[in-house]
């Protein structure tokens, strides 16, 4: 499984950004998705989830509310959806794909990753 990030970019604090994560290869509705950043000098944090069926969805708490993940298995694509962009939110966002729902939150347990794509905000 290939996975393809973007739609980052540089905006303002307020502001909203949609990126996609895009997969090719061996891709299966049934692969549970996520969302993780990684700001300078800082640990890789989970951001958010989305199960391969149902689907069920789970958010850090530093995005809850303002962040929204989702996937159209037509198009072998999952979104994130962030409103009210804040300074600290500016990182390279990743996304990954693993087969068990289990342990969502850690990256670790991922097997597929993109590349990530850069999203800065301005205060």
């Known amino acids: 499984v290939q996975l393809q990030a973007s739609g980052g970019g540089l905006v303002q604090a307020g502001d909203s950004l949609r990126l996609s994560c895009v997969a090719s290869g061996r891709t299966s509705n049934n692969y549970h998705m996520g969302w993780f950043r990684q700001a300078p000098g800082k640990e890789r944090e989970f951001v958010a989830a989305i199960s391969g069926s149902g689907p069920r969805t789970y958010y850090a708490d530093s995005v809850k509310g303002r962040f929204t993940i989702s996937r159209d298995d037509s198009k072998n694509t999952v979104y994130l959806r962030m409103n009210s962009l804040k300074p600290e939110d500016t990182a390279l966002y990743s996304c990954?794909?693993?087969?068990?729902?289990?342990?969502?939150?850690?990256?670790?347990?991922?097997?597929?990753w993109g590349q990530g794509t850069l999203v800065t905000v301005s205060s």
């Open positions: 990954a794909a693993k087969s068990t729902w289990y342990s969502f939150s850690v990256y670790m347990e991922y097997t597929y």
